[in-house]
């Protein structure tokens, strides 16, 4: 038998995809990613019409799907993390139905349930065989991990690889398995190198960044959490980055060996591994060369699941064993509610991916964020979209203060007694209004462009047309 | 005493104003682009309004475009250009 087929066309055609029906994608080629604008102009060409797009994540490099959606191909929209570009033509309500937004736990949860059932998943994988193992360690287009393709290719009713490096078989080191597999086809390219992954994030310089990245991580060395078998996610931002890097100080002075690094994998969090200050990574998506080059040769860098990452339907999760998570934020209210889906004038561009299920499950979430930006203060009296609710956020470190969480009574006095600057939230919103003015509330519009849905399934927010 | 000449303060980066100002004959027009409008339109407006009223700057064309400038700035930088447009720096 054969899996090999000649085109995308001819692997929809023979997957048996239909009007109405739904597609998958996930993003690990990021914004270098080819994949889905191939399909999708393939599946357009083919008449096919009224289907729903679940793409793990969407980016700028995806602007033409907009245009599948005014001509009727796609009306409806399940994501995790929708880019700014591309998130604006949507905020302006050119799909007839609502986006819904998952958490990248929530996504694999309701696809293994069949609450939201894929019919035919499109792989892109950097390295593949004929029979369709596949993996994204290896090939021109390499991106490391696979992790949020899992889910897709266990559950749905047709998986497609498309691949731009087919090897015999079997292929070596494969991480999504042949058994899931219907169909593989070759295509020149799937993806641009240079959008795929990054070059090396550069630490903050700026002296704000710096300021609240130590103060970071003073919060966590007084948090009683930094000990051996410490464990840790951080964001790939300047200023999360640099919190690492005291963290990493501190744990080296202090001759402390954590468990693992979980995530979206840096080379920063690499360094970490190498010089002793993890036992492991946990990786769902790497970030830049580094990771893919380490997850690639270093066993001790394993690749995860986002069924494994961070679903709340999971017999464990890796979220559930995590003890930090350092995240950002847009907005963030006197309730510690978190915005990371929306800007300041109500257009989508973001989303939670793993904000949500990471604060929900470590035991010390951590928000990092200036106290204002472009004269927007961060601290608002309600966010204009709950991302991430409140109860699963317990720090917000500033530069103007530490404001923790009521609920976390005790985490309160052990920063005090490091002597570490506690500001109460609503003191530091007045403080921060002090030096910005005070905003005029933006209108929102009437109609609903998008639905935010917690990681439980629960509607957290909507998203209104912005005026 | 009014402004001479067409003169510019600040840069476009971030959390910065850029404001030109130039001679005009019958009072105070102002041009404003910024990245806060919805939030601190009116406020900047103020502060601008403000600042010539106390430079005594009673004809004026005058373009801000603020890129999330805090009030102090922009207050500095129309300042600045005011000057500027009167030959004094």
């Known amino acids: 038998m054969s899996k090999v087929v000649n085109s995308i066309r001819e692997a929809v055609r023979l997957a048996g995809l239909k009007d109405g029906m739904t597609v998958s994608f996930h993003h690990h080629l990021r914004n270098g990613d080819y994949v889905l604008n191939m399909v999708m102009e393939e599946i357009a060409a083919l008449g096919i019409r009224d289907l729903c797009v679940n793409a793990s994540s969407l980016f700028d490099v995806h602007l033409p799907l907009t245009e599948h959606i005014r001509n009727g191909v796609v009306t409806n929209l399940i994501s995790d993390y929708i880019s700014g570009g591309i998130g604006r033509v949507l905020s302006t309500g050119i799909l007839p139905n609502p986006i819904q937004f998952r958490t990248h736990g929530g996504r694999p949860f309701d696809i293994s349930t069949g609450k939201t059932p894929i019919d035919v998943a499109f792989i892109a994988a950097p390295t593949a065989d004929p029979m369709g193992n596949c993996s994204g360690k290896y090939g021109p287009s390499a991106c490391g991990s696979l992790g949020y393709a899992f889910a897709d290719a266990m559950y749905a009713k047709k998986v497609v690889v498309i691949t731009d490096n087919l090897v015999p078989y079997p292929m070596q080191d494969f991480s999504i398995s042949e058994n899931y597999v219907d169909y593989v086809v070759t295509v020149d390219a799937i993806g641009n190198p240079k959008g795929i992954v990054s070059g090396t994030t550069k630490i903050t310089r700026d002296p704000v960044g710096l300021v609240m990245a130590a103060n970071a991580a003073k919060v966590i060395q007084a948090s009683g959490l930094l000990k051996d078998g410490f464990s840790f996610q951080t964001g790939a931002g300047g200023a999360t980055l640099a919190a690492a890097k005291f963290l990493k100080d501190i744990m080296l002075k202090e001759g402390i060996q954590g468990s693992f690094g979980l995530g979206g994998i840096t080379g920063y969090m690499v360094d970490m591994l190498r010089s002793g200050c993890f036992r492991s990574l946990m990786d769902v998506q790497c970030f830049d060369l580094k990771a893919v080059e380490s997850i690639r040769e270093d066993p001790r860098h394993q690749e995860i699941s986002a069924l494994q990452y961070a679903s709340p339907g999971s017999k464990s999760a890796v979220v559930d064993s995590l003890d930090v998570v350092l995240l950002g934020a847009t907005e963030i209210d006197t309730d510690f509610n978190v915005n990371v889906h929306t800007d300041s004038n109500g257009y989508i561009m973001g989303g939670s991916g793993g904000h949500s299920d990471t604060s929900a499950g470590a035991k010390l979430s951590m928000i990092i964020a200036p106290m204002f930006r472009a004269r927007l203060p961060i601290v608002t009296d309600r966010v204009s979209c709950i991302s991430t609710p409140g109860r699963d956020i317990d720090v917000l470190v500033t530069q103007g203060g530490i404001a923790v969480n009521p609920k976390n009574g005790e985490l309160t006095q052990r920063l005090k007694a490091a002597g570490l600057p506690i500001v109460d939230i609503q003191e530091l919103k007045e403080k921060t209004e002090r030096l910005t003015g005070k905003p005029a509330p933006v209108p929102k519009g009437d109609q609903v462009v998008a639905q935010v849905i917690g990681r439980n399934g629960d509607l957290l927010d909507q998203i209104y047309k912005p005026l | ?89």
């Open chain 2, 1 to 89: 005493m009014d402004i001479k000449k067409r003169a510019a303060a600040g840069t476009m980066e971030s959390s910065d104003a850029y404001v030109e100002i130039e001679p005009a004959s019958q009072g105070v027009s102002l041009e404003l682009e910024s990245v806060v409008l919805n939030q601190f339109g009116e406020q900047i407006r103020q502060t601008v309004l403000s600042v010539l009223a106390q430079e005594g700057v009673e004809n004026a064309k005058v373009r801000i475009i603020d890129r999330g400038a805090l009030e102090c700035v922009i207050r500095a930088r129309v300042e600045a250009a005011v000057c500027r447009g009167r030959e004094e720096a």
